[in-house]
Each structure stands twice: as C-alpha cells, then as structure tokens.
C-alpha cells in the first residue's frame, strides 16, 4: 500500500533522460516506484512564471522536475542499483 509513511524519496532530477534510465532500471529489478512531475514554469495565482517574466535564456530541457520514489523497504536496494 502507497502512502507519505511507506514511501521515500530516491531520486530528484531535472534531466528527462536521467529519469526515464533510473525508472528502467527499476522496473528491471521489480522494485515498484512512483514518480511527481512539477513543471517549474508552471502556472501560479498570477499566471505561468513564463508568462510574467519570459522563457529566452530558459534552457527548455530543465523545466521540469522530476521526484522519483520507492517503498522504504525497497529504498536501500534501489539506491545500490541507483548509485551504479
């Protein structure tokens, strides 16, 4: 069962294709995970942050955050095959 007490926090990344190797990598492991994706332009009470101040100079590759989590008991195998 997935609740804020059983999971925990493994990755944290704004790299599209970080994410989608550490995902692979658990899928072939059987470690089941769950993933948040924050768009960092993303719109507030006053509109997009893109909106008020503009996207040039925004590297378009790393508007997006990306929370990768794993059940506690889980955690420290994922993070070994993390770390490789």
Known sequence: MW????QKELLLTLDLN?????????????????????NLQGSGPFG???????????KQDYIYEYKIYVQKKEYEQAKRLVSL
């Open 3 to 6: 609740n804020i007490l059983t």
């Open 18 to 38: 970080r994410q989608a190797e550490v995902r692979k990598l658990l899928s072939l492991h059987g470690i089941e995970y769950r993933i948040h994706t924050k």
């Open 48 to 58: 997009g942050e893109a909106r008020r101040t503009g996207s040039l100079g925004v």
